[in-house]
């Protein structure tokens, strides 16, 4: 099953776009993760994600196409390797977004013929 990563580098000029970064490090963070059944006997898988290449309003044909995934891993550095800053509330003005995902289907030969 084929893996793939993706780095985000977020530059936010104001605290409200901080906290559109925020949310959005909320999301993939609760769709990584599995839910707990109504009767707390069962887990709820995590999450699929279709990830899909588009140059402007077109499908982008260039790249591969990918089978559904699931996002395995996340990590979030706040500051970069040259320090940290913040603004007044706190709120960092770099962030840097690693998302890992794994496809939940095996791609043959066939597929990858197909674009995949």
Known sequence: ????????????????????????????????????????????????????????????????????CALEGMQVEYGSSEGFSSFRSGAPTEIILNLQFRELELITREKAKEGY
């Open 1 to 68: 099953f084929r893996t793939f990563s993706f780095k985000y580098r977020f530059l936010p000029k104001s605290d409200a776009e901080s906290l559109v970064v925020k949310k959005i490090i909320n999301t993939f963070k609760e769709h990584m993760l599995p839910e707990v059944s109504p009767e707390k006997l069962f887990f709820i898988f995590p999450s699929e994600f279709q990830i899909t290449y588009y140059f402007g309003d077109e499908l982008n044909s260039y790249f591969h196409k990918f089978g559904a």
